[in-house]
């Protein structure tokens, strides 16, 4: 291609000598549109390696939901899992333990998430161990520490020696959360596994993680991220049950008067709480109620709770044939005894 551009250029050189003046300032316009239509040629040209690179696919590495938390778990749901009804705040995606999407006074977007977490679990604790303290105290604990038989709180009064036990149990707990409020959550044996485990979620760790595991529960579940993740949520969740129940304990108290474990069937052996509790897991197994976003609300039968019900009817059914004779005997056997009676009866 050079070759013939330098041949071109030498022949019209030649000839322009026996041109005109005008014709030779065409002609050098000419020359130089080819040179610049040559170098364009050239330079536009992409070099193999450059297209090789640009067809090279993008490989998306995959993240194993067992070894790393994947974040965005609730994205395509708009509604809470916790109540269907409400919207779901964009930022509860259900990456964290706990999360189901309920937060009907937007808390968790106007304050830090993380914060509000570590809030949670902190009263969480202290309300499981509430729970079990309020009523032991009550059953066991000696009568001039309590107040006409409840235990001593805030709405129920306290004597001088209860004050001063509350006050003390106060102090090291508010002085365990002055020390361990702004405490680093990375560094530790718990606290690596976690950024680990929530690397793709945040750069955090997991709130509420003081690196404490004496007894090696955490792994309980499995020694994964998902099964860390799943621990965390049952704490949690019997965390929130905690509160319901002492703020139950504390209210019940202070309108009746009367301690929680008098006359209350979780104190004291009955069989209506177990009776109650095995109605409606077997209510459960039969039916369902339909989904509460979508009118009319209707009790209809589950996925298997329509051959439960014909098979325990078939098998009542079955039963009654059977001691049907049996139960034809006893009722002539009881007439025969009837009317022996009356014979005795007369007779006397």
């Known amino acids: 291609m050079k070759f013939s551009a330098f041949a071109v250029l030498s022949a019209l050189s030649t000839a322009s000598a026996f041109m005109a003046p005008g014709s030779r300032h065409h002609l050098g316009r000419v020359m130089q549109g ?17 297209v090789a690179e640009m067809q090279a696919p ?19 749901i708009s509604y809470s899992l916790a109540v269907p009804l409400l919207q779901k705040p964009s930022n509860l995606d259900g990456s964290h333990a706990g999360d189901f999407g309920f937060d009907p006074l937007g808390l968790s977007q106007e304050y830090d998430l993380y914060y509000m977490q570590e809030c949670e679990l902190r009263h969480s604790r202290l309300a499981m161990l509430a729970v079990i303290g309020w009523p032991l105290s009550e059953l066991l604990g000696p009568k001039f520490m309590l107040q006409n038989g409840c235990a001593p709180s805030v709405l129920n009064g306290m004597n001088p020696l209860a004050f001063l036990g509350i006050l003390t149990v106060f102090g090291a707990v508010g002085f365990l959360e002055s020390q361990t409020a702004f405490r680093r959550t990375t560094g530790s044996k718990l606290g690596d596994i976690h950024a680990k485990d929530v690397s793709e979620v945040w750069k ?36 929130r049950y905690a509160m319901l129940g002492i ?20 104190f004291h052996p009955n069989a209506l709480l177990p009776i109650a509790a095995l109605s ?7 039916y369902e109620v339909s989904d509460i976003r979508e009118y009319p609300i209707k009790v209809k039968y589950t996925k298997d ?34 009317s022996k009676m009356e014979e005795l009866q007369k007779s006397m």
Request: proline fraction near 6%; include cysteine.
């Open 247 to 266: 703020t139950y304990f504390a209210a019940w108290e202070y309108l009746t008067g009367h301690p929680i474990v008098e006359n209350n069937p979780f």
């Open 280 to 286: 409606y897991f077997a209510w459960c197994q039969i």
């Open 58 to 76: 993008v490989i998306e590495e995959k993240i194993d939901p067992r070894q790393q938390i994947k974040p965005g778990r609730y994205d395509e």
């Open 204 to 239: 955090w760790g997991v709130a509420g993680d003081y690196d404490f595991d004496p007894a090696g529960f955490y792994s309980s579940l499995g020694d994964d991220a998902a099964g860390r993740k799943g621990l965390r949520e049952l704490e949690v969740t019997q965390g």
């Open 305 to 338: 709770g329509e051959d439960i019900l014909r098979n325990i009817k078939r098998s009542t059914g079955g039963i009654s044939k059977d001691i049907e004779p049996l139960t034809e005997k006893i009722g002539k056997l009881t007439k025969t005894i009837s």
């Open 34 to 50: 080819s040179a610049v239509s040559e170098a364009a040629v050239e330079v536009e040209t992409p070099s193999e390696p450059a």
